[in-house]
């Protein structure tokens, strides 16, 4: 039993569906997966397992930035011999090729975060997806006449009302397609123990545009990208 989680041993499946909103955690689990039930409150952050296709996932909400989601993903990899963490998120798209509900699946993340500075004493590592989910994530969604979908760089952000937007412009320039907060810690730590990730993104709101979705949109929504992810890992 984990601190932040309090599971007991064998209440979190192989495979961790990861939002930050704990209420889109409870939304995912009660939508897609038979049999659900909550192995978690803690803090008010769900967690539920369930079966999707007769195999067993969790949905585990792991709060908003880098420093909230590393503890979960730390304790789902460490106290739970996950897997497979499969972020559902949101982003902001960079750039006017990317449109509000696309989806962005992330091949790898750059950040502003000192997270990975501190990790590795000033040297820039370069956090990147897991092949075998990134290529099968790929493949489901462009097999898909309802998704538009992008794989590229994020950039996982630690401030989400950021002073200096402006510095977006040259990561844009560079082939970053949108901004998240969690990309770069999520691949870091897969790397760290030898585990899996993916981060899979809906567009909630457009840096370049202005455009935005609302929060219970946020909440309630995104259901192809959830599709998607199991689909990749599990399909």
Known sequence: MSTHIGAAPGEVAPLVLLPGDPLRAKWIAETFLDGATCYSEVR????????????????????????????????????????????????GALTEEVALR?????????????????????????PVADFGLLRAAYDAATARADVTSHVGLVFSTDSFYWPRVELMKPMAEHGVLAVDMEASALYTLAAQYRRKALVINTVSDHIVTGEETSAAERERTFGAMVEIALAAALG
């Open 44 to 91: 008010g952050m769900y967690g539920f397992t369930g079966t999707w296709q007769g195999r067993p996932v969790s949905v585990q909400g792991s709060g908003m930035g880098q420093p909230s989601m590393a503890i979960y993903v730390n304790e789902l990899f460490a106290s739970y011999a996950v897997q497979q963490i499969v972020r559902v998120g949101s982003c």
């Open 102 to 126: 696309d989806i962005v699946l992330a091949s790898g993340a750059c950040t502003n975060s000192s997270m990975n500075q501190q990790r590795f004493h000033g040297l820039d590592y370069a």
